[in-house]
């Protein structure tokens, strides 16, 4: 199983930023996702999660009505799209998978595979 995360970069404050995670070896349609991301010195935290047919999601409070989060099967893809940012949204982000999350999939533990991550730096 391989995530690739990709789409992160410099981004001033206010801006927008869309992330990929392309997913191969398994079959991305029997997998719920997510993201998380890790800030210097802090604990990786989750961000956004996706169910297997995209029909439920579930986002930190700190993203709310910022972050969308989508995936195309066909394609083995998920997206994080990513407006209005700040500067404490700076961290890497990692995408995750996991042939079932038990509960709200909200820790790290949750998941049975990640990707390298992809560095998002927010400047002011």
């Not at 986002?59 to 083995?76: H, M």
């Not at 940012?85 to 961290?91: K, S, V």
């Amino acid at each position: 199983v391989q995530l690739q995360a990709s789409g992160g970069g410099l981004v001033q404050a206010g801006g927008s930023l869309r992330l990929s995670c392309a997913a191969s070896g398994l079959t991305f349609s029997r997998y719920d996702m997510a993201w998380f991301r890790q800030a210097p010195g802090k604990e990786r935290e989750f961000v956004m999660s996706i169910s297997r047919s995209g029909g439920s999601t579930a986002y930190a409070d700190s993203v709310k009505g910022r972050f969308t989060i989508s995936r195309d099967n066909a394609k083995s893809t998920m997206y994080l799209q990513m407006k209005e940012l700040t500067l404490e949204d700076t961290a890497v982000y990692y995408c995750a998978a996991s042939p079932r999350v038990i509960g709200g999939g909200y820790y790290p533990t949750d998941y049975d595979y990640w990707g390298r991550g992809t560095l998002v730096t927010v400047s002011s």
